[in-house]
């Protein structure tokens, strides 16, 4: 009969055969948790989480009502969202899906705004507007269903939506602050960063604008687009400090209504924008990008281009 030892030596309660866990929760991506993440904007994307939209964009009769621009036809929505899907996996892409049984609500489709990625999993938002509100918990779902680790969910009264935020480097994170992002928000979103590392620039949003990503998109490591009069004084210079060459679109109607800076960067100078934007498309080719396009003049009826639409889960690092 074995002799009874006291609990303190045993192993359960830290005694002999207790397996400290050694690793990071980085480290342990790819192992324990799948493989995410991202440290930037411009290395090569190898997954994305999108929801491909059905009959919920039907609600946009009342395009007000759904904060969207125009009625949309969802049927020719959604072919064009399965198009933009096709180039991702012809690109390398690894495309997830929300739980297509789950009923959703008109703006599901704009999963950028639902989360943040971060070298050590993601961030979870939490949309400043009553008509999104839970959306962020069908997106939960997703990540718990695909492994991925959610680090911090937006709390309190605070709002932040990913599209507010980017990384300018693997160690600096810009945010907007505005009328999607408050500032409770980006005390969490702060907090969080700067356990990893990272330090956080916060810069304000002109009234009448919706995220950052609407006025400054990265395609390299030394090389940026912005729109000009709205992106912040303040963002220029720290990204130019940064050795970031910063160029303006030279067509603003084009990004007002063909959402010519509403792109995704899919590895160094190379991005996905929406097509019928061809001065804007010149511009950026003659600064060595190459330009993979897609129509999505439908889906841009709901106020989001391809940008919106994709919610970045990893890119992989040099």
Known sequence: MTEPRELHLMAAYGGRGWQPRRASLREELGTIWSRCGIADEWHPLKAVLMHRPGKELSRSEDPDAVQMLRTIDWKRARSQHDALARVYRENGVTVHYLNAEIESTPNQMFLAD???????????????????????????????????????????????????????????????????????????????????????????????????????????????????????????RALEAEGIEVVFLPDQKEAVEGFALNFVTLGPRTIVMPAGNPNCQSFYEQHGIRCITVPVDELAKAAGAVGCLTGILRRRAA
Not at 157 to 177: C, K, L, N, P, Q
Not at 184 to 204: F, H, K, R, W
Not at 208 to 228: Q, Y
């Open 114 to 236: 639902l989360f943040f990625a971060t070298p050590e999993g993601v961030i979870l938002g939490r949309p400043a507007s009553e008509v999104r509100a839970g959306e962020e918990r069908r997106v939960a779902a997703a990540l718990a269903r695909l492994g991925i680790p959610v680090i911090r969910s937006i709390s309190g009264r605070g709002t932040f939506e990913g599209a507010d935020a980017m990384w300018i480097t693997s160690r600096r994170v810009m945010i907007g602050r505005g009328l999607r992002t408050n500032e409770e928000g980006i005390v969490q979103l702060t907090s969080v960063l700067a356990q990893m590392g990272a330090e956080t620039l916060v810069v304000d949003m002109p009234f009448g604008t919706m995220h950052l990503m609407g006025m400054l998109r990265i395609v390299d490591r030394d090389l940026a687009v912005a729109w000009p009069t709205r992106l912040a004084y303040g963002a220029v």
